[in-house]
């Protein structure tokens, strides 16, 4: 399967835990992207990788939120002390360089803070 | 800032007919990519579609056509003869090929799309 994998697909903490999700892009995929959907809604743009760069972070991403990308392989989002409007799909897409634009979704992972 | 407007929470549509599914959007890139997405109950997001605000021609991806008027801001999308398997949440989505911002995608907030046999 040489798709977007994300790990894991389901995520139940208590409000305060820290939690960390893995997206695994498509391997000649330079860009990364995170998003979060909301019950009923489209997705949000969270942030962006060019390779290991973080070039982008959306006002959604408050300081309790991390992501990094090592080596410009996979990436990682942590959550650190959640709260309860944390709970929603985590989704990672990924992009090949121009002239190409469709972005390619994973799975998402889905988090639910009790 | 860019805006997706889809102003269709849900439609019914009976097996076999075209449906149109709305959207209209708001930018001040003057160049900037449309794209149209399907989530289905599974959750993963399908890419459907893609237009380029240059793009002479109206895009064309097998049953789905993306109907893109530039003066009115509009890019509907047109599934042809639909299928149950259509049934579907779809997104529209922008992103803005210049300019400043953040170089993800904008989402409106989806058509729930309910095929009827």
């Known amino acids: 399967d040489t798709g977007v994998s994300q790990d894991p697909r389901h995520k139940i903490t208590k409000r305060g835990q820290n939690v960390t999700f893995r997206c695994d892009p498509i391997s000649e995929h330079n860009r990364l992207y995170w998003y979060r959907q909301t019950l009923g809604q489209g997705p949000e743009f969270l942030t962006y990788?060019?390779?290991?760069?973080?070039?982008?972070k959306s006002r959604l991403l408050s300081d309790r939120f991390s992501a990094e990308r090592p080596k410009g392989s996979f990436s990682t989002l942590e959550i650190q002390r959640t709260e309860q409007g944390d709970s929603a799909m985590y989704l990672c897409?990924?992009?090949?360089?121009?002239?190409?634009?469709?972005?390619?979704f994973g799975p998402g992972t889905r988090l639910t803070v009790l | 800032a860019q805006k997706i407007t889809q102003t269709q929470p849900g439609m019914f549509v009976q097996e076999k007919e075209a449906v149109t599914l709305d959207c209209t959007y708001d930018?001040?890139?003057?160049?900037?990519?449309l794209f149209w997405y399907k989530q289905p109950s599974s959750g993963e997001m399908i890419f459907l579609i893609y237009q380029g605000s240059y793009d002479q021609q109206n895009a064309t991806e097998g049953r789905y056509s993306l109907n893109f008027q530039k003066a009115r801001k509009s890019a509907n999308l047109v599934i042809s003869a639909s299928q149950l398997g259509d049934s579907a949440m779809y997104f529209c989505?922008?992103?803005?090929?210049?300019?400043?911002?953040?170089?993800?995608?904008?989402f409106g907030k989806g058509t729930h799309l309910i095929i009827q046999p």
């Open positions: 897409a990924t992009l090949r360089e121009p002239p190409y634009n469709e972005q390619f």
């Open positions: 989505a922008m992103r803005g090929v210049s300019g400043g911002g953040a170089d993800g995608l904008t």
């Open positions: 990788f060019q390779n290991e760069a973080q070039l982008e």
């Open positions: 930018t001040s890139d003057p160049s900037y990519g």
